[in-house]
């Protein structure tokens, strides 16, 4: 009997190479989605290794997902220590999510009798427009949009709230702080109490010239736990779904999963006008990146919209294969799990900055000259890194 992975002739002779666990996680995704009718063909095969397949699912935070949306008749084929780990992963998911989602409302209580108000992007709302619901996609850390200009009463706000600056974790001077402004897109917190980290934009990464009161005008609101909270218009927040994931690299398969559920919207979305608005913030590949991958690996049909160019064809296939390699990647060092020699494993000349101090898990003494790339005396400071690598 074949294998659903192995019969897609997008994949060729590659997927047919991929390792076992990999397919399978791929083929759980695709029956998840409903764009394979069976996941039977490869749930007794004895050479898949329990172990592993549950470290990939929990690398790629799709448990919860999966739990959720396979069928039950399907799910019950899977070995019992895999059945165990979904369900683990969906009492988790649902737990974190309700932790941050009851973080949200109380943020926008604060800022809001601070005066500011602020966008959210991604976090519980996007799961409950996306995934019909706040346990179906991992929850990670909050992302809130902001004004520049506000930035400073945010800041205070949030600290006396009981959340601990994690990035910059020291005090800036005048200068730094306006440098810091110039150079980065955002400050972090973290609720220690809570475990809750928190994004703090005040320029959206990949599209920056989206201004907040642009986007604030357009923005929708929904209503959790009692709280009406702004969000993203749809528009921006699919761009940001791709910019997003193409910025990580897509090296986690949930996001591409955001993807998939997107474009199983068709219908409801203008995909027309979503490129159109991607060639003109620049991001077109992004999209056209993410929307193969979805394609390719999870077997989701493309609007034509989305289609690439016969002129960028090369380019785009180039930047998906490469998308696969680090997916197949047991280690991948954007999230880095330890430090070398006290710097980050990402730092280094051509190298993107390191996503943030919470993404290191060890304490070092020494210096992370990633952090902060390019403000000067800001570099020479300590570094001391908060926990968690919950990129959402």
Same mark, same amino acid.
């Given at each position: 009997?074949?294998?659903?992975?192995?019969?897609?002739? #997008?994949?060729?002779?590659?997927?047919?190479?991929?390792? =076992?666990? /990999?397919?399978?996680?791929?083929?759980?995704? $695709? +029956? !998840?989605?409903?764009?394979? *009718?069976?996941? %039977?063909?490869? !749930?007794?095969?004895?050479?898949?290794?329990?172990?592993?397949?549950?470290?990939?699912?929990?690398?790629?935070?799709? @448990?919860?997902?999966?739990?959720?949306?396979?069928?039950?008749?399907?799910?019950?084929?899977?070995?019992?220590?895999?059945?165990?780990?979904?369900?683990?992963?969906?009492?988790?998911?649902?737990?974190?999510?309700?932790?941050?989602?009851?973080?949200?409302?109380?943020?926008?209580?604060?800022?809001?009798?601070?005066?500011?108000?602020?966008? %959210?992007?991604?976090?519980?709302?996007?799961?409950?427009?996306?995934?019909?619901?706040?346990?179906?996609?991992?929850?990670?850390?909050?992302?809130?949009?902001?004004?520049?200009?506000?930035?400073?009463?945010?800041?205070? !706000?949030?600290?006396?709230? @009981? +959340?601990?600056?994690?990035?910059?974790? /020291?005090?800036?001077?005048?200068?730094?702080?306006?440098? /810091?402004?110039?150079?980065?897109?955002?400050?972090?917190?973290?609720?220690?109490?809570?475990?809750? #980290?928190?994004?703090?934009?005040?320029?959206?990464?990949?599209?920056?010239?989206?201004?907040?009161?642009?986007?604030?005008?357009?923005?929708?609101?929904?209503?959790?736990?009692?709280?009406?909270?702004?969000?993203?218009?749809?528009?921006?927040?699919?761009?940001?779904? /791709?910019?997003?994931?193409? @910025?990580?690299?897509?090296?986690?398969?949930?996001?591409?999963?955001?993807?998939?559920?997107?474009?199983?919207?068709?219908?409801?979305?203008?995909? %027309?006008?979503?490129?159109?608005?991607?060639?003109?913030?620049?991001?077109?590949?992004?999209?056209?990146?993410?929307?193969?991958?979805?394609?390719?690996?999870?077997?989701?049909?493309?609007?034509?919209?989305?289609?690439?160019? =016969?002129?960028?064809?090369?380019?785009?296939?180039?930047?998906?294969?490469?998308?696969?390699?680090?997916?197949?990647?047991?280690?991948?060092? +954007?999230?880095?799990?330890?430090?070398?020699?006290?710097?980050?494993?990402?730092? @280094?000349?051509?190298?993107?900055?390191?996503?943030?101090?919470?993404?290191?898990? #060890?304490?070092?003494?020494?210096?992370?000259? +990633?952090?902060?790339?390019?403000?000067?005396?800001?570099?020479?400071?300590? $570094?001391?890194?908060?926990?968690? *690598?919950?990129?959402?």
């Amino acid at each position: 009997m074949t294998h659903p992975v192995e019969n897609d002739a #997008r994949l060729g002779r590659r997927g047919r190479a991929w390792p =076992a666990e /990999f397919r399978a996680v791929v083929g759980l995704l $695709r +029956c !998840a989605l409903g764009t394979a *009718d069976t996941l %039977s063909a490869f !749930a007794g095969d004895g050479a898949l290794r329990p172990g592993v397949l549950n470290a990939l699912l929990g690398r790629h935070r799709i @448990g919860a997902f999966l739990r959720h949306r396979l069928p039950a008749a399907e799910r019950s084929r899977l070995p019992a220590p895999v059945q165990a780990h979904l369900d683990q992963a969906a009492q988790e998911t649902a737990r974190r999510a309700l932790v941050r989602s009851a973080e949200l409302v109380r943020l926008s209580r604060i800022l809001g009798t601070a005066g500011v108000p602020f966008l %959210s992007v991604k976090g519980p709302l996007l799961a409950q427009s996306l995934y019909g619901g706040l346990g179906g996609r991992h929850a990670g850390d909050l992302d809130l949009f902001i004004r520049p200009d506000q930035l400073a009463a945010v800041d205070q !706000a949030l600290r006396g709230a @009981g +959340c601990r600056r994690s990035m910059p974790d /020291f005090e800036l001077t005048p200068r730094q702080w306006r440098e /810091f402004l110039r150079l980065k897109h955002e400050f972090e917190y973290f609720n220690d109490t809570t475990g809750v #980290r928190i994004e703090v934009e005040w320029r959206l990464a990949g599209l920056s010239e989206l201004t907040f009161a642009d986007e604030q005008a357009r923005g929708e609101s929904t209503i959790l736990g009692g709280e009406k909270i702004l969000r993203l218009p749809q528009e921006t927040e699919f761009l940001y779904l /791709f910019t997003h994931g193409a @910025g990580h690299g897509w090296f986690r398969l949930f996001w591409l999963v955001d993807v998939a559920l997107l474009l199983q919207r068709q219908p409801h979305v203008d995909w %027309s006008r979503l490129m159109k608005a991607a060639r003109q913030h620049g991001v077109d590949t992004a999209v056209w990146q993410g929307a193969r991958l979805a394609e390719v690996l999870l077997g989701v049909p493309l609007p034509a919209a989305l289609r690439v160019p =016969a002129a960028r064809e090369t380019s785009v296939r180039w930047l998906a294969s490469k998308a696969v390699r680090a997916l197949l990647r047991r280690s991948w060092s +954007c999230f880095a799990r330890r430090a070398t020699n006290g710097i980050c494993p990402r730092a @280094g000349p051509g190298r993107p900055p390191c996503c943030a101090p919470g993404s290191c898990r #060890r304490r070092t003494g020494r210096l992370c000259r +990633c952090r902060i790339g390019g403000l000067g005396s800001i570099t020479r400071r300590r $570094r001391s890194f908060g926990s968690g *690598d919950d990129s959402a």
